[in-house]
């Protein structure tokens, strides 16, 4: 297959790009300022913000799918803008297109949501998100709009650092206990996001991770697995804070997990803290023949 990734040089995109070429895929990544360091693929700069960039990219490529990851949270052009360029150049191509969205498209009034409720963000990202899912379920009606969530990776992501960090002392901050989320683990979501590209899917999945937890005490999984100090994590409440956001927002990904191959691990399961090998019995030393 010829596969098109948007946001390659992303921390999910790197995923999608290394699972992707192992498994044999021809791949083009996008980059904004500078290529990812993954051998295989070839690396395009692409500016989500020029539509002749967009067209042109895709046009180069000719792919058979195409996956968006690319995301600005403080802009718009990009994660609303952008995302609809995608989309278009896409379907003018004919090229089946998965996009990632977010659990930021809601605003946590009814806590737990299946595929079918209708976004209401709260923030400017949430809405730019909700936007570029608008259009994109009008422009390319057969994609797949892949909603998740936090996204944790074996120490490369965002909030793994910011775990770190605080428990340190290097930043400031509290971890809410009151945030609840459904964090995924980004090779469980490539994987994923991989085998939508290749099925049938169309519409919204929601494509999340088994466990719902607060950000403390995803805080908590994440220093026990890297062996930190739990009790050195600072917590609140979102709450007490005046913090804009939603608080508690849970994917029900239940339908999904029926439809893939994948599995979405919850937190509790592949941040369980990581087990030294067993050590081996030694072998004998070899004896010579008696003298």
Known sequence: MNLLIFGGSGFLG???????????????????????????????????????????TVGEVRPTAVINTAYRK????TTADGAVRVAMAA???????????????????????DESAAPD????????????????RLLAPTAVIARTSLIIGDGGSGHESLVHDLSTGRRDGVLFTDDVRCPVHVSDLAAALLELAWSDHTGVRHVAGADAVSRHEL??????????DPSTLPA?????AGVPGPSDVRLDS???????????RGARDFLAPRRPAPSLPRPAPLRGPDR
């Not at 379907?91 to 949501?113: C, I, N, Q």
């Not at 239940?254 to 979405?264: F, H, N, P, Q, V």
């Open 254 to 264: 239940s339908a999904i997990r029926r439809g893939l191959r994948t599995a979405l």
């Open 219 to 228: 805080g908590v999984l994440i220093a026990r697995r890297d062996g930190l």
């Open 121 to 136: 963000p709260t923030t400017p990202y949430g809405a730019a998100k909700a936007a570029a899912e608008t259009a994109i």
């Open 91 to 113: 379907t003018g191509r004919g090229a089946r297109l998965v996009h990632v969205s977010s659990d930021a498209v809601f605003s946590g009034a009814r806590v737990r949501y």
């Open 14 to 56: 790197g995923e999608l790009v290394r699972q992707a070429t192992a498994s044999g895929h021809t791949v083009a990544a996008t980059f904004a300022s500078r290529p990812g360091d993954q051998a295989g693929a070839t690396w395009l700069r692409t500016d989500l913000r020029n539509p002749g960039e967009v067209e042109a």
């Open 74 to 77: 403080s802009d718009w052009a």
């Open 236 to 240: 609140g409440r979102r709450a007490d």
